[in-house]
Every structure is written in C-alpha cells, then in structure tokens.
C-alpha cells in the first residue's frame, strides 16, 4: 500500500481548510464575491467572462442585472482563441434599428443555419430573397383550424397536454389528417414530437434530422396520392377547411420565383415551419399562463366575469349565448388578452433574439457594431428590465395591458418584442392569440386548476421556454362560474 507523504498531506488538509472555509462556513468575502460575481461577470486574461457566465448558467436566461449595470446594451468578451464575442442588448432603441430600420442589415447568419441545419430552409432558418417567398407563401396559407376539447383526469402535465393539443392541431393544419396523440389514452409520444423537442434543444440532431424527412415524404405522398385519387379542385372556396399541404400543391408558383413548388424539399420545409412555429411556441405560452393562473387567483376571478359578462350579454337582457370561438366574442376579451400578454412578456415562448451584421454598423445606443459580429437580444430579460417596464417590471399584472378606456392598451414591438418586431414580425400573431384564448376560455369555464404541491417550476434551456420538470396538475369540475 502506499503510504501518503507529507506534501499530499499538507495539500488535502489545505483543502479541506478552503472547503470548509469558503464554502460550508461561507465568510463575508465569499458572499462578497458572489454577490459581485452575480451583477457583473469579470473579463478575466484569456477566459474572457466566460468563467462568468459558468456561474450564471443555471439563470442565463435573465441577466437584467448586467443589463440594468450597463444602460442595456452589454459587450461580453468570449475566451480569446474562440472569438466569440457578443453584444446583449434590450435597449428598444437598438431592438428598433436592428429588426426594423436597419433590418436588411441584419440576418440570421451563417452560424445559426450550421447549428440548426437540420431545419433546412424551414423559413426561420433561412435569410434574404428565399425567407422572403417562404414568409409570403406561408403568410396566404395560415389560417384557422378546429379545435378538440380536453378531457378530464386526475393528475396530468399540463406541459404535455398541450404540446399534444398543439401537434395535432398543426399536422390537421398542414396534412388535413389527424395524428390522434391526444386521444384519451394519451398514446406514446409520435417520433415527429421527439424529433421536434430533440431539435428545439440541439441534441441528437441527425436522428432528428432523418426522422423529419421520413415523416414530411410520407405526408407528401400520402397527400399526392389523395390528390390523385379525388382530383385537386383549384378554383375551391372552401379555403379555411382546407390544408396547408393541399394548397401548397395549389400555389401559383410564378408568384414565388426563388421556391421551386414541385420540389418536395420545399414541401418539407414548409411543413416543418409551421410545425416548429405553431406548436411549440403556444404549448409554452399556454402552460406558463396556467402556471400564472394558479398563483393569481384573483386574475382567475376576473377573466370568468369577463367570459360570463360577454357570453350571455345582449341589449334587451336576452341570452345571446355566442359561442366561445366567434371571433366577436373573442375580441371583447380584453382582459384576458392582457393577461396572455403579460405571461408571454415574463415568460417568451421563444427567450432568445440572434443576429448578425452584414456591414459594420453604429448603434442608436453609441455601440460600434463589426461586420459577421454576434448579437443577442434577450426576450426574457427585456420582459423584466425595470429600465422598459417600470418598477413593476417583474410582477404579473394584466392591468399594465389595459388602458384608462378600458381598451387594449398598445405596446410598441421593440418594447414587446415576444412576437418579434418589424418585417420578420411571428406571421401567427393572431392566430396564436385566438387559439390561447379558445383553449383558455374552455378550461378555466370548466376546471379549477391547482398545481401538485411541492412540484418544481423552473424553465430548461433551449431555443423554447419550456417547465423543466412539466406542469403537474389536478383538475376540479368547476362547479359554476
Ligand atoms: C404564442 C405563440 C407564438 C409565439 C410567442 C411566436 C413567436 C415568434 C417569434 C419570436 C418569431 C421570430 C423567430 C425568429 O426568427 O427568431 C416567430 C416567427 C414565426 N412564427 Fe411565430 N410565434 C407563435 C405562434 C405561431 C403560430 C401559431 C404560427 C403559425 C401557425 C407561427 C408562425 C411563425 C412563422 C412562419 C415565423 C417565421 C417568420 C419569419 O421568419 O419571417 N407562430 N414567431
């Protein structure tokens, strides 16, 4: 056996001295730096603020501390043999001039499309004369769907039931068929599900890869064989009850000179943009918001009177009894579209903005800006910056979406930049809210909603903003509203 010298002695009882120290007894200069180290990050030789960052990685999303120290705009400093430098900012003036004012100047880039090459020409990964047509092309196709009711169980993830509720009313959008993933045996989950949240968090890529090309050419020829079999009618005026897939084959294909429609890598494409878009982005949206709810009761409380107020309101007294999906009924839901607002200001469904310069450029904010240089926007630090938001920044209160009118009160993009800003602005705008409010109004009418004591909430990293542990709930009967 070897016997353990004097030195490696002395070092282990040193260590143990600094163990015990500096982290169990935690002495005013630990906390010191600690507490320096969590409102700035040092730009130490060679590292650069990595080291910082390391620290900060449980909370990356939300660095207002930094950004609140440095008038919202931060310069991080990369290790130097990695060149990574990359500006932060959430200062709207900046947020305004890249996404609007200056946006030709200001793309994707190179880097992000190497990353995520898995989504091909999917229309967020793509810059220039092909985003253009893409955006175009899936702009005239968005359009409404229906919708399935959710059952009711004992302890269920809300996290799962809505990407589920999601999924299958995206592919119904884009094949017309349904994939049933949210029958009430909630089956296991489709491989396009996994594919989708694998690549949302840049893992297992390839896999992911091939699966969505497996999945998208079934869905293509299964859908050109139906078109053959039934016949394509292209003067049909019936276009809300018809799928994207379908009026893809439809496209006038003159109109869009840079997509080659009778390419199925096209179809693919198009499919996995709004794939990727829609059913992420809402099952996030809507499962902070029921979070939200059932720590704001009183927000509860307030939305069931506007939805009674409005359901069976009419001049004279009678019952109108509109249903929960007219869009007349819809839109006199202000509150509630403020409430949806505000979870989606302090929780984004997609937290981070990425750009980069063509040409070198200056700031509204003084910041000189070099050519292929990184700059990220932090949705979800700008939700929370005090500087934009007020003292309240980081409370829950729909109120702040309402004006002394009792009108929806407007908040300028570069301010409320969830949706993103300016040409690149989410083409599912409306169509998201309308499908939250549908899917709110039906649940909080029906259940009373408490999520599983002691369950964790906290968010994972990744390109959505989803619950790290899921959102385990038990529904009540609501008894009446
Ligand atoms: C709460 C729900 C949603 C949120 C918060 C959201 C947010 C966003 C954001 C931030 C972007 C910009 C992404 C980027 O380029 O980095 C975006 C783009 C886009 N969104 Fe949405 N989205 C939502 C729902 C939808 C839905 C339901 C659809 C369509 C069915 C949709 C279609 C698109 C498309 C096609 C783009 C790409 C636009 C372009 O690059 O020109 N989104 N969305």
């Given at each position: 056996?070897?016997?353990?010298?004097?030195?490696?002695?002395?070092?282990?009882?040193?260590?143990?001295?600094?163990?015990?120290?500096?982290?169990?007894?935690?002495?005013?200069?630990y906390?010191?730096?600690?507490?320096?180290?969590?409102?700035?990050?040092?730009n130490?030789?060679?590292?650069?603020?990595?080291?910082?960052?390391?620290?900060?990685?449980?909370?990356?999303?939300?660095?207002?501390?930094?950004l609140?120290?440095?008038n919202?705009?931060?310069?991080?400093?990369?290790?130097?043999?990695?060149?990574?430098?990359?500006?932060?900012?959430?200062?709207?003036?900046?947020?305004?001039?890249i996404?609007?004012?200056?946006?030709s100047?200001?793309?994707?880039?190179?880097?992000?499309?190497?990353?995520?090459?898995?989504?091909?020409?999917?229309?967020?990964?793509?810059?220039?004369?092909?985003?253009?047509?893409?955006?175009?092309?899936?702009?005239?196709?968005?359009?409404?769907?229906?919708?399935?009711?959710?059952?009711e169980?004992?302890?269920?993830?809300?996290?799962?039931?809505?990407?589920?509720?999601?999924?299958?009313?995206?592919?119904?959008?884009?094949?017309?068929?349904?994939?049933?993933?949210?029958?009430?045996?909630?089956?296991?989950?489709?491989?396009?599900?996994?594919?989708?949240d694998?690549?949302?968090?840049?893992?297992?890529?390839?896999?992911?890869?091939?699966?969505?090309?497996?999945?998208?050419?079934?869905?293509?020829?299964?859908?050109?064989?139906?078109?053959?079999?039934?016949?394509?009618?292209?003067?049909?005026?019936?276009?809300?009850?018809?799928?994207?897939?379908?009026?893809?084959?439809?496209?006038?294909?003159?109109?869009?000179?840079?997509?080659?429609?009778?390419?199925?890598?096209?179809?693919?494409?198009?499919?996995?943009?709004?794939?990727?878009?829609?059913?992420?982005?809402?099952?996030?949206?809507?499962?902070?918001?029921?979070?939200?709810m059932?720590?704001?009761?009183?927000?509860?409380?307030?939305?069931?009177?506007?939805?009674?107020?409005?359901?069976?309101?009419?001049?004279?007294?009678?019952?109108?009894?509109?249903?929960v999906?007219?869009?007349?009924?819809?839109?006199?839901?202000?509150?509630?579209?403020?409430?949806?607002?505000?979870?989606?200001?302090?929780?984004?469904?997609?937290?981070?903005?990425?750009?980069?310069?063509?040409?070198?450029?200056?700031?509204?904010?003084?910041?000189?800006?070099?050519?292929?240089?990184?700059?990220?926007?932090?949705?979800?630090?700008?939700?929370?910056?005090?500087?934009?938001?007020?003292?309240?920044?980081?409370?829950?209160?729909?109120?702040?979406?309402?004006?002394?009118?009792?009108?929806?009160?407007?908040?300028?993009?570069?301010?409320?930049?969830?949706?993103?800003?300016?040409?690149?602005?989410?083409?599912?705008?409306?169509?998201?809210?309308?499908?939250?409010?549908?899917?709110?109004?039906?649940?909080?009418?029906?259940?009373?909603?408490?999520?599983?004591?002691?369950?964790?909430?906290?968010?994972?990293?990744?390109?959505?903003?989803?619950?790290?542990?899921?959102?385990?709930?038990?529904?009540?009967?609501?008894?009446?509203?």
């Open positions: 056996m070897a016997s353990i010298g004097l030195f490696e002695a002395f070092i282990t009882f040193f260590c143990f001295l600094v163990f015990y120290n500096f982290l169990v007894k935690k002495p005013y200069y906390l010191l730096i600690q507490k320096t180290l969590k409102s700035y990050p040092w130490w030789p060679v590292l650069g603020m990595l080291p910082g960052v390391l620290v900060r990685l449980h909370r990356i999303y939300d660095c207002s501390i930094v609140e120290k440095t919202m705009t931060f310069q991080f400093k990369g290790p130097w043999f990695a060149g990574k430098d990359i500006l932060f900012t959430v200062d709207p003036a900046n947020i305004h001039h996404m609007s004012s200056n946006f100047n200001y793309v994707k880039g190179p880097e992000l499309k190497e990353i995520f090459d898995v989504y091909e020409d999917a229309v967020f990964n793509t810059d220039s004369d092909l985003w253009k047509n893409t955006r175009m092309c899936l702009q005239s196709m968005v359009n409404h769907q229906g919708f399935q009711r959710l059952s169980g004992t302890v269920v993830d809300l996290q799962d039931v809505f990407g589920r509720f999601t999924f299958d009313t995206t592919i119904i959008t884009v094949t017309g068929s349904d994939p049933r993933s949210l029958s009430i045996e909630m089956p296991q989950v489709d491989d396009l599900i996994k594919a989708l694998d690549a949302a968090q840049a893992k297992k890529m390839t896999e992911a890869g091939a699966t969505f090309d497996r999945v998208c050419t079934k869905y293509i020829t299964d859908k050109r064989e139906e078109i053959r079999a039934n016949g394509i009618n292209h003067h049909s005026k019936e276009e809300s009850d018809e799928d994207i897939l379908t009026s893809s084959l439809k496209l006038d294909a003159t109109k869009y000179e840079f997509l080659n429609m009778g390419d199925d890598k096209i179809l693919r494409d198009i499919i996995l943009s709004i794939v990727i878009a829609g059913r992420s982005t809402i099952a996030s949206a809507l499962t902070w918001f029921f979070w939200l059932s720590e704001n009761p009183k927000t509860v409380t307030k939305i069931l009177q506007e939805i009674n107020t409005n359901l069976t309101r009419s001049g004279n007294g009678q019952d109108m009894s509109s249903s999906d007219s869009k007349e009924f819809l839109n006199k839901l202000v509150y509630l579209h403020g409430a949806l607002c505000e979870a989606i200001r302090l929780y984004p469904p997609i937290p981070f903005e990425r750009k980069s310069p063509v040409k070198p450029d200056v700031l509204p904010s003084g910041h000189k800006i070099e050519a292929n240089s990184n700059i990220l926007i932090p949705i979800y630090t700008l939700g929370r910056m005090r500087a934009v938001w007020g003292e309240d920044a980081v409370e829950f209160k729909p109120e702040r979406w309402i004006s002394e009118t009792g009108g929806l009160r407007h908040e300028p993009s570069f301010k409320f930049l969830s949706f993103n800003a300016g040409p690149r602005t989410c083409v599912g705008k409306h169509l998201a809210m309308t499908i939250m409010k549908i899917v709110v109004v039906e649940i909080l009418q029906n259940f009373d909603i408490k999520v599983v004591e002691g369950h964790k909430i906290e968010p994972k990293h990744g390109l959505i903003l989803i619950m790290k542990h899921g959102l385990r709930v038990t529904l009540a009967k609501r008894c009446s509203t």
